[in-house]
């Protein structure tokens, strides 16, 4: 199959927008896999602005053309030397960053943190989709490392797999603080993020969970927070909880979200920071925080632990009413319209 070709969508020019193409199907090496892609996802801010072409994602103007698509599922297509426990034909799911296997975090488990790989991504890390020289899965085809992935569960459709790599984060978030069974969460940003944590929350044990958004969450999201067991919904223009809360998850990112987080998490809580800030500064009232013994937890990515942990949970959890709608790759220009219109919670595309 080495010599033939394969559709991607990339970006191959500065300017808003993407194109479909032709590429070689690669050929996996020794540790690797190639993927025949069944679905990825359109992440709101990764694939999103780099279609628009935000500000942010002009670095990458001297690397063009580039293929994205981080978050995706389906099977196991090739499999390249020295790959033991894969055979071809496996459903899958992908973690998209890269790890060595043998620094002292990856053999602690937290290969979201490993210390020896490095890349081009925000995060500084090496990602399938992101790095500027791995391409991604806006393709049929995608090669990845066997040791990045997961077997999808009976019964897990391919369009739901690309949202594990969400739920493992918001499993992290939980896993990571000091959340215990029956504490009450407020969770800000019913994004995919916020709603993996709300999820997350819910199984773990949670009493309570209240889901803030903004005024263009009230139709769509905030209605499908609901759905996924938030207790109560409320907008952010309401102002700081009057009954503080346990563990405050902050998933948007927004710098009034985390004001609202420190005046509505109770003395002795905890913050829970999942949504990440664009700009270099965040204004943080320390003094009010270590007035109240309020602790901050800080989230990036996923853990070896979280992941199994996430295939076992996403087994007993419908996960559709936070996937889709879901598009061909062909009809992308309506994919990414969806997605900027905040039709759906996770849009995807199947190649």
């Known amino acids: 199959m080495s010599d033939k070709k394969m559709a991607v969508l990339e970006k191959s020019n500065a300017e808003p927008g993407m194109e479909l193409a032709e590429r070689p199907v690669p050929k996996p090496r020794e540790g690797e896999v190639r993927i025949a892609v069944r679905s990825v996802g359109i ?6 602005p780099f279609y628009r072409w935000e500000k942010s ?5 001297p690397h063009l053309p580039q293929i994205f698509g981080h978050e995706f599922s389906g099977v196991v297509d090739a499999v390249g030397p020295d790959v033991p426990n894969w055979e071809g034909g496996e459903r899958v799911a992908v973690e998209p960053r890269f ?3 043998h620094c002292q975090n990856c053999r602690e488990g937290r290969q979201n943190l490993c210390t020896e790989v490095s ?6 890390r090496k990602a399938i989709g992101i790095d500027k020289d791995t391409p991604g899965a806006l393709a049929e085809y995608v090669i990845v490392p066997a040791r990045n992935l997961y077997r999808l569960p009976d019964g897990i459709s391919f369009d739901e797999g690309v949202f594990l790599e969400l739920l493992a984060i918001g499993v992290h978030a939980i896993e990571a603080s000091t959340f215990g069974v029956g504490d009450r969460v407020a969770v800000t940003g019913p994004g995919s993020a916020g709603l993996s944590a709300l999820i997350a929350a819910n199984e773990a044990g949670a009493s309570e969970v209240i889901m803030i958004g903004t005024d263009v969450d009230e139709e769509m999201r905030l209605p499908t927070a609901e759905k996924m067991g938030a207790t109560e919904t409320r907008n952010v223009s309401a102002g700081p909880l009057t009954n ?3 563990v405050f998850i902050e998933a948007s990112g927004h710098e009034s979200a985390l004001k609202i987080a420190e005046q509505s998490t109770r003395p002795g809580g905890e913050i829970v920071q999942i949504g990440v800030y664009h700009d270099d500064r965040v204004p943080v009232d320390l003094t009010g925080l270590l007035n109240e013994e309020v602790s901050i937890q800080t989230i990036n990515g996923r853990r070896e632990a979280d992941w199994r942990r996430t295939l076992a949970l996403a087994q007993s959890v419908d996960l559709t009413p936070v996937v889709g709608p879901a598009f061909e790759l062909t009809d992308y220009e309506s994919g990414f319209t969806a997605e900027a219109d905040r039709e759906g919670i996770k849009i995807v595309l199947n190649p």
């Open 43 to 48: 992440d709101g801010g990764v694939e999103g």
């Open 57 to 61: 994602f002009h670095r990458y103007e």
């Open 99 to 101: 790890s060595c296997g």
């Open 119 to 124: 890349g081009f991504s925000p995060h500084g």
């Open 244 to 246: 503080p809360v346990d």
